[in-house]
């Protein structure tokens, strides 16, 4: 499915934004901002703006009539997934930071997330997959408070 969001422009559901200014629309260039996160540049009211993906797909696809949830969540922790069944809308920021809050360690791998600008670290897991599993959990939690 395709929508327009903003005029001239279009986003898929798989976080594709096209151009529509010309006779058939162009697939536009997606590229990291400065935290990583995939971002384009499109025109809005003669001013170029820098725009991340995600942002554009949940505004677009994503429930907003609650202003009180502004931040977006990947909920596998990759920000360059900016499928919609990937986000959602929070009342807080979690893993914004460069890595995805699973790190290897001595013992295992330990699970962190960052909210509000601080990292909870949650626990350290025999196995990736544990790890991911709980900080999943644990954000899944957040959203539904």
């Known amino acids: 499915m395709i929508t327009e969001i903003y005029k001239d422009y279009?986003?898929?559901?798989?976080?594709?934004?096209?151009?529509?200014?010309?006779?058939?629309?162009?697939?536009?260039?997606?590229?990291?901002?400065?935290?990583?996160?995939?971002?384009?540049?499109?025109?809005?009211?003669n001013k170029t703006k820098v725009l991340r993906v995600a942002t554009m797909v949940a505004e677009t696809y994503l429930d907003k009539r609650n202003k009180s949830f502004k931040h977006i969540i990947h909920l596998d922790g990759d920000i360059?997934?900016?499928?919609?069944?990937?986000?959602?809308?929070?009342?807080?920021?979690?893993?914004?930071?460069?890595?995805?809050?699973?790190?290897?360690?001595v013992t295992g791998y330990r699970a962190c997330v960052n909210l509000d600008g601080k990292r909870i670290y949650l626990s350290t897991y025999d196995t990736k997959e544990q790890a991911e599993a709980?900080?999943?959990?644990?954000?899944?939690?957040?959203?539904?408070?």
């Not at 559901?13 to 997606?30: A, C, D, H, I, M």
């Not at 995939?38 to 025109?43: A, D």
């Open 80 to 105: 360059t997934n900016n499928d919609v069944s990937n986000l959602l809308r929070s009342v807080y920021k979690a893993n914004e930071s460069d890595d995805n809050g699973i790190t290897k360690t």
């Open 10 to 45: 279009l986003v898929t559901e798989q976080g594709e934004v096209f151009s529509t200014k010309r006779e058939y629309p162009k697939v536009l260039k997606q590229s990291p901002n400065t935290n990583g996160h995939p971002s384009v540049v499109v025109r809005l009211n």
């Open 134 to 145: 709980t900080q999943l959990g644990f954000i899944e939690t957040l959203i539904h408070l």
